[in-house]
């Protein structure tokens, strides 16, 4: 069965530097990886995808993710991170044969943006 | 209007009651979902419904029930609600369309459960 990994319980970085969020994952064969965002009394917003080809998958609101296949991860940056980004953040992942849209999420990360 | 849909938002429930949470989409989207939300968790998958008359159990369906009754609509059902049931509850639609598992899930805005 899938899984994922997020092993920061939360994540705090001040305004204007570069934000990562790690991720690793365990899947049978290749893998659709997901991230998304839930901010305060809101429902998961997706952020980005990778589904194949270049490693880098850029996506909403500045945000990108490099999926590493030899490390089995898709770790989430945002160069320069603003206040607005503090939220609950999400990895997934679902096998690209057999997944049927079956998600497998990790526990959330919280990021704190510091003014 | 929202896409995604849920009723009630905040539910407060005793033991032993049946509580019935609804989701409706405006998507149009064949592929609904509930998943429960417990802190240092995150989201866990209950029940999946791929088309009206299709439904399937997901990793933590113990305890619940769920009815499709009609593309749009898709309830859980707690039939006898107990307190570690409380929890944040999302309802999710995806299409089904191309690379369906590379689908992206919308989320409604959650139904927060807690039984005393």
């Known amino acids: 069965a899938q899984s994922v990994a997020q092993p920061e319980d939360q994540v705090n970085v001040a305004e204007g530097n570069p934000l990562t969020v790690k991720c690793t994952y365990s899947?049978?064969?290749?893998?659709?990886l997901f991230w998304y965002v839930q901010y305060p009394n809101r429902g998961l917003q997706f952020l980005l995808k990778?589904?194949?080809?270049?490693?880098l998958v850029k996506g909403s609101y500045g945000f990108e993710a490099e999926f590493n296949k030899s490390q089995t991860s898709f770790h989430l940056k945002k160069p320069s991170a603003l206040v607005s980004d503090s939220a609950l953040y999400f990895c997934?992942?679902?096998?690209?044969?057999?997944?049927?849209?079956?998600?497998?999420f990790g526990k959330g990360n919280q990021v704190v943006v510091i003014p | 209007d929202a896409d995604v849909t849920q009723t009630p938002r905040n539910r407060i429930t005793k033991t032993g009651k049946r509580i019935m949470l609804e989701c409706s989409q405006t998507?149009?989207?064949?592929?609904m979902y509930w998943y429960r939300q417990d802190p240092g968790l995150g989201l866990r998958l209950i029940y999946y419904?791929?088309?009206?008359?299709?439904?399937n159990k997901g990793e933590i369906s113990d305890g619940y029930s769920v009815s499709r009754q009609a593309q749009a609509k898709f309830s859980l059902s707690l039939e006898s609600a107990i307190p570690n049931q409380t929890a944040l509850y999302f309802c999710?639609?995806?299409?089904?369309?191309?690379?369906?598992?590379?689908?992206?899930?919308?989320f409604g805005a959650g139904s927060r459960l807690t039984v005393l």
């Open positions: 999710a639609t995806s299409d089904r369309k191309g690379s369906s598992g590379a689908n992206v899930l919308t």
């Open positions: 899947v049978s064969g290749n893998p659709y």
């Open positions: 990778y589904i194949t080809g270049d490693n």
């Open positions: 998507k149009g989207h064949d592929r």
């Open positions: 419904s791929f088309d009206v008359k299709d439904i």
């Open positions: 997934a992942v679902t096998p690209q044969r057999g997944g049927n849209n079956r998600l497998a």
